[in-house]
């Protein structure tokens, strides 16, 4: 893959990574659905899952909402939850799981999305988890690339159905 600097473009500011603030609750919604729609994961903003997505205040309220920002702007968020948390699909106990991992499609593969792996890991190595664990979509190349490149495996015993429907989705993790 090309780096930006290839691409014709100037290599990005240092990214900064922090918690999520309510005002920034509008711009990770806009970069949640604009990254799903622009992946072509759903065709509408108005699919429940993506009224969902775009709920940011309603994850910050179960699990801890991070950002990554470059030059003051927010490109990039994350969704942290521990087992129990109320927002954790697979989670089990002793392991962070984390959701609705979006970088800004202008800002896509830039670093951003290794960077917020990177601080889920190390929020969970503070907590003392023993891994940390992901559900994404079945086709979505992308993502699963990534997850592998950083050290994920498949962990197909754990993948689960999407409610009402034939569709399994896979899960993946990383022992710490």
Same mark, same amino acid.
């Given at each position: 893959?090309?780096?930006?600097? @290839?691409?014709?473009?100037? #290599? +990005? =500011?240092?990214?900064?990574?922090r918690p999520a603030t309510p005002a920034d609750y509008p711009e990770i919604s806009r970069?949640?659905?604009?990254?799903?729609?622009?992946?072509?994961?759903?065709?509408?903003?108005?699919? +429940?899952?993506?009224?969902?997505?775009?709920?940011?205040?309603?994850?910050?309220?179960?699990?801890?909402?991070?950002?990554? @920002?470059?030059?003051?702007?927010?490109?990039?968020?994350? $969704?942290?939850?521990?087992?129990? %948390?109320?927002? %954790?699909?697979?989670?089990? #106990?002793?392991?962070? @799981?984390?959701? /609705?991992?979006?970088? *800004?499609?202008?800002?896509?593969?830039?670093?951003?999305? $290794?960077?917020?792996?990177? *601080?889920? #890991?190390?929020?969970a190595a503070r907590q003392g988890a023993t891994a940390v664990v992901l559900t994404t979509?079945?086709?979505?190349?992308?993502?699963?690339?990534?997850?592998?490149? /950083?050290?994920?495996?498949? =962990?197909?015993?754990?993948?689960?159905?999407?409610?009402?429907? %034939?569709?399994?989705?896979?899960?993946?993790?990383?022992?710490?």
């Amino acid at each position: 893959m090309p780096t930006v600097a @290839e691409r014709g473009g100037a #290599e +990005p =500011a240092p990214l900064t990574i922090r918690p999520a603030t309510p005002a920034d609750y509008p711009e990770i919604s806009r970069i949640s659905v604009e990254a799903y729609l622009g992946a072509g994961y759903f065709s509408s903003a108005e699919h +429940p899952y993506m009224l969902q997505i775009a709920d940011v205040a309603y994850r910050a309220a179960r699990g801890t909402v991070v950002v990554a @920002e470059r030059g003051g702007r927010i490109v990039g968020s994350v $969704t942290v939850m521990a087992h129990g %948390d109320g927002f %954790d699909q697979v989670a089990r #106990e002793g392991e962070v @799981e984390f959701r /609705l991992l979006v970088v *800004d499609p202008g800002a896509q593969r830039t670093g951003a999305a $290794t960077a917020l792996v990177h *601080d889920v #890991e190390a929020r969970a190595a503070r907590q003392g988890a023993t891994a940390v664990v992901l559900t994404t979509g079945p086709d979505w190349d992308a993502a699963h690339a990534l997850y592998r490149r /950083l050290g994920y495996e498949r =962990a197909p015993e754990r993948d689960w159905p999407i409610p009402g429907t %034939d569709v399994w989705l896979p899960v993946y993790l990383k022992r710490l």
